[in-house]
C-alpha cells in the first residue's frame, strides 16, 4: 500500500518545514524523499509517537543528528 | 493513510537486510524506523524507483553513505 501511494504522490508533500528541535525519542519515524520529477526539493517527513507527521529541514544540523542517532541505535 | 498504516504495524517489517550496494540515484525514499514496543530492531526501508521495497542495514556504512548523500542534495 506504501507503493501504491509513492506512485501517486506527484507533487511535493511539504510546504514548509518545523524549525523547532524535537527530540528523537518522541519521533517514530524519519523517511527521507529524493529529489526527483515530482518535487524539486529532498523532503524529510518525520512521524511523531502521537502520529503527527512533521517536515524537517534536510540541511539543519539537528535533522542530521537526529537520523544518525536513530541509525546508531 | 501513512499514519493509519503505522498504527496497524505492530511487528517487525524486515526479516532480512539487503547486503549489496544500491545506488542512491536508484532510490526514491529511505524510511527509518526507531526501535519500540513493536520491533526491537531500528528498521531502514528503501522504496526503489522501480517500486520495490528492500530493507537495508542500518549499521552498514555505505547505508549511512547514502542517507548522508540523499540529505546533502
Chains 1, 2 share one sequence.
Do not use: Y
Amino acid at each position: 500500500r506504501a507503493v501504491a501511494r509513492m506512485g501517486t504522490e506527484l507533487r511535493c508533500q511539504c510546504i514548509a518545514t518545523h524549525s523547532k528541535f524535537i527530540p528523537p525519542k518522541s519521533i517514530q519515524d524519519v523517511k527521507l524523499t529524493q529529489s526527483g520529477p515530482h518535487c524539486k526539493n529532498v523532503e524529510v517527513i518525520a512521524t511523531l509517537k502521537d502520529g503527527r507527521e512533521v517536515c524537517l529541514e534536510p540541511t539543519a544540523p539537528w535533522v542530521q543528528l537526529i537520523i544518525k542517532a536513530i541509525l546508531a541505535k
